[in-house]
């Protein structure tokens, strides 16, 4: 228990004698990225953190990409179209329109 009060008062001691002292609590050359000012820094971080934020659509297109059944029908329309094998839009409109519609659950 000794100890370790004469550990906490030098601890102490040295923080004092620092607090005190005309030395600043870092250097500049050590943190070049606030060479242009804090408020330049925090402008450059909020800038990157918003290109990593995905839109509502951005994020709902990256959660269908991972559903099994509609990559695989991706993978296979883009052979098909790869291919060559492609359709009329007209044509396709039409028979859309000629499907019978399934009632909503």
């Known amino acids: 228990m000794k100890g370790k009060n004469i ?3 030098a601890r102490r001691k040295k ?3 620092f607090l ?3 030395t600043p609590a870092w250097k ?3 943190h070049p990225e606030l060479g242009c000012g804090a408020a330049a820094w925090v402008h ?3 800038k990157e953190s918003e290109k ?3 839109s509502a659509d951005e994020l709902e297109d990256n959660l269908e990409k991972q559903e099994p059944r509609l990559k695989a ?3 296979k329309s883009s052979e098909e179209y790869r291919s060559g094998k492609e359709r009329d839009v007209g044509a396709l409109l039409a028979e859309l329109r000629l499907k ?3 009632p909503k659950k």
Request: glycine residues 0%; neutral net charge; without cysteine.
């Open 7 to 9: 550990l906490e008062a």
């Open 15 to 17: 923080l004092l004698r």
């Open 20 to 22: 005190e002292s005309d």
């Open 28 to 30: 500049d050359v050590d």
């Open 44 to 46: 450059a971080l909020r």
């Open 52 to 54: 990593r934020v995905l």
């Open 73 to 75: 029908q991706i993978r």
């Open 100 to 102: 019978p519609t399934r």
